[in-house]
């Protein structure tokens, strides 16, 4: 589903990845883990085609196709979504409002009509009810005065209702208590299926206690260092990422 070969990129000049090699099969879910300025949100921007980063060598190809000259919104319309890290708000817009409207764009890319009204209602209750999302939630401005939990189960909320067919997790576990985290968690594992692919970026083992990952991939420096199975999380978590600076690429 996903193929990246060789990518190298950065900003304003300034290289982050190094040549980073992934391949990401449909029904699978894979980790991205690494301190601080790794290059795993830059990863995660590159791929879902943030104008900002510039690919200086390298590709990614989706479903056999190059990225290389589409847009986010043409990104998006393929299947491509991006859960941010730090959700930003938009006052004056309700949540359904902004999911209405975004399910509408990108069907109409496809060569759709707009979701029918009673379709589209019928599709919020079930996803609301998939994710245990109050009802009042949908009614409120995106993101306006949610806390961090409300803002991470509504970008949750935001997948469920595009299925796309890969889902990338930019530190989704970032400021959430243990409740949050285990809700935002069972959503993700609900809207897992043998046709999607999510990846998982996180500092910590944690999250990965709840979204169990097929593989585990390391970055530094803007490399994939190390890759394994979900034990190489434990490993992490136990030595920390000092011991893999001088790590071949496995």
């Known amino acids: 589903m996903l193929k990246v070969n060789n990518l190298y990129a950065g900003v304003e000049g300034n290289e982050i990845l190094n040549g980073i090699n992934l391949e990401v099969n449909a029904g699978e879910v894979h980790a991205i883990m690494g301190p601080n300025g790794s290059g795993k949100s830059t990863l995660a921007s590159v791929i879902a085609g943030k104008e900002e980063f510039e690919i200086t060598e390298g590709s990614i190809e989706f479903d056999g196709e190059n990225l290389e000259e589409t847009s986010p919104e043409e990104r998006a319309h393929k299947g491509i979504f991006l859960s941010f890290q730090y959700p930003v708000e938009i006052p004056g817009v309700s949540v359904t409002n902004f999911m209405k409207t975004a399910i509408n764009e990108s069907r109409k890319a496809r060569g759709f009509e707009d979701m029918p009204a009673n379709q589209m209602l019928k599709l919020i209750r079930e996803k609301s009810e998939l994710l245990e999302i109050d009802r009042k939630f949908l009614s409120r401005s995106l993101n306006e005065g949610f806390s961090g939990g409300e803002k991470k189960r509504n970008e949750i909320f ?58 585990v991939h390391v970055l530094h420096e803007g490399k994939i260092v190390k890759s394994g199975t979900k034990e190489l999380a434990l490993e992490l978590e136990e030595k920390g990422y000092d011991w893999l600076k001088n790590e071949s690429v496995v």
Do not use: C, W
């Open 158 to 215: 935001q997948m469920a209702m595009l299925e796309p067919k890969l889902a990338i997790l930019d530190e989704t576990d970032s400021g959430l208590d243990i409740d949050a985290l285990r809700i935002v968690a069972n959503g993700v594992n609900k809207l897992r299926s043998k046709d999607n692919a999510i990846l998982v970026i996180t500092h910590y083992q944690r999250l990965l206690e709840y979204i169990v990952p097929d593989f």
